[in-house]
């Protein structure tokens, strides 16, 4: 299959440059893997956004953080770390948000040691992709006692936190999350990390943002307009006729032909060097 064969060159193509320009790369800091999977939750909850940006404001955190993600969210206490991160913002995040993801990190650890093993007690292995299990996920972290943070159990309306585990039961593409996913459980490839062996990579969805949306209906994985969990599944699905066992193996290399090549969609002198040229069918209107 002529897909196939591109994408899996595709794949082969990744490099230190795209990893680089990747909120993964703060993953790559450090050795431990508990430090990487604290370190992967705060990058992906914070990748939304123009990609320089989000680099910056992940910077001034792990600066913050300093060299143990892990130890840092088993001391955190939110009344310092909203002093801490006062001035924070990212987009319609600010501190608050911030340090009430801090506390939820803590908490899952607190009940289940890693946050693998707090995903593992809301996972379905018999579910045919993670939709059941990232629903039961996010919904037990938003059911967490906020109050250090807020001054209420209750997450205040004026909050964005909830923006962090949005639910596939809402329609939610949920691209950070799934992103966080690959992250955690695809093999170790140089790129992904590897470290929750006990979910297989067969059942994760593909992470759609406006790259994948957007390279996606140009090589006919998709024809659906919106971005939602209902085209992540489809894409998935296109996918996993391609690579059964690994089917979001691809993300990573088609999201840097937007992030790091410049594909915006349409047809340019780009194009003509593009990987992926030959199957692709250029703008779509």
């Not at 431990?32 to 705060?42: F, H, N, Q, V, W």
């Not at 319609?92 to 995903?119: K, P, Q, S, V």
């Not at 039961?169 to 490839?189: E, P, Q, T």
């Not at 032909?257 to 692709?280: F, M, N, R, Y």
Request: charged share 25%; proline share 7%; with cysteine.
């Amino acid at each position: 299959m002529e897909l196939k064969a591109v994408l899996d060159n595709l794949y082969a193509s990744r490099s230190p440059r795209h990893l680089a320009n990747d909120p993964l790369s703060f993953c790559h800091r450090y050795a431990s893997p508990a430090d990487r999977e604290i370190a992967g939750l705060l990058a992906s909850c914070l990748a939304y956004g123009n990609v320089k940006i989000i680099l910056r404001n992940l910077a001034t955190v792990f600066g913050a953080v300093g060299p143990s993600p892990r130890r840092f969210v088993e001391e955190f206490e939110p009344e310092a770390g909203m002093r801490l991160f006062a001035g924070f913002k990212h987009r319609f995040n600010d501190g608050r948000d911030l340090c009430a993801l801090f506390l939820a990190a803590r908490t899952m650890i607190e009940e289940a040691d890693t946050i693998g093993d707090f995903f593992l007690g809301c996972h379905d292995p018999e579910a045919e992709d993670i939709t059941p299990s990232l629903t039961e996920f996010s919904s037990a972290i938003l059911a967490f006692d906020y109050s250090p943070v807020f001054g209420t159990a209750a997450i205040p309306a004026d909050s964005a936190f909830p923006f962090f585990f949005p639910s596939p039961a809402s329609g939610s593409a949920c691209k950070r999350l799934c992103m966080f996913l690959r992250w955690m459980v695809r093999a170790d490839d140089g790129i992904d990390l590897g470290l929750w062996k006990e979910i297989s990579p067969a059942q994760l969805v593909i992470p759609v943002d406006t790259h994948i949306h957007r390279i996606a209906r140009n090589l006919g994985l998709t024809a659906r307009r919106q971005a939602d969990w209902r085209t992540a599944r489809e894409i998935t699905a296109a996918l996993r006729r391609l690579d059964p066992d690994d089917p979001v193996k691809y993300d990573f290399s088609l999201c840097h032909l937007g992030i790091s090549e410049g594909c915006d969609g349409t047809v340019t002198p780009l194009c003509e060097a593009c990987p992926v040229v030959k199957c692709c069918a250029g703008e779509l209107s």
